[in-house]
């Protein structure tokens, strides 16, 4: 059984930051991609942010020069360094982690940016 567990969200105003953290648990031996979408009050889930097992990473284009993401794989983990927030990031935040061929999701962060 394998688990995700996301912590780090919260209100901020615009222009602050949040680091997301997202811990996989359970019987694992290697991850392949991790990374976040995220999904706002009446829009489709989209992509923030992946990052393969290498290192390589992929960004949306609203969060490239305020989001990093990164991943320490000797403990499972995946980080969302998130500077210069707007109010349009407001989203509820889900990390990711494809495993074994499976895509698993974690429970979702709410992350709310005032103006």
């Known amino acids: 059984q394998v688990q995700l567990v996301e912590s780090g969200g919260g209100l901020v105003q615009a222009g602050g930051s949040l680091r997301l953290s997202c811990a996989a648990s359970?019987?694992?031996?290697?991850?392949?991609?991790m990374g976040w979408y995220r999904q706002a009050p009446g829009k489709q889930r989209e992509l923030v942010a992946v990052?393969?097992?290498?290192?390589?990473?992929n960004y949306a284009d609203s969060v490239k020069g305020r989001f990093t993401i990164s991943r320490d794989n000797a403990k499972n983990t995946v980080y969302l360094q998130m500077n210069s927030l707007k109010p349009e990031d407001t989203a509820l935040y889900y990390c990711?982690?494809?495993?074994?061929?499976?895509?698993?999701w974690g429970q979702g962060t709410q992350v709310t940016v005032s103006s």
């Open positions: 990711l982690a494809d495993i074994y061929a499976e895509r698993y």
């Open positions: 990052i393969t097992s290498g290192g390589v990473t």
């Open positions: 359970g019987s694992i031996f290697g991850i392949g991609v």
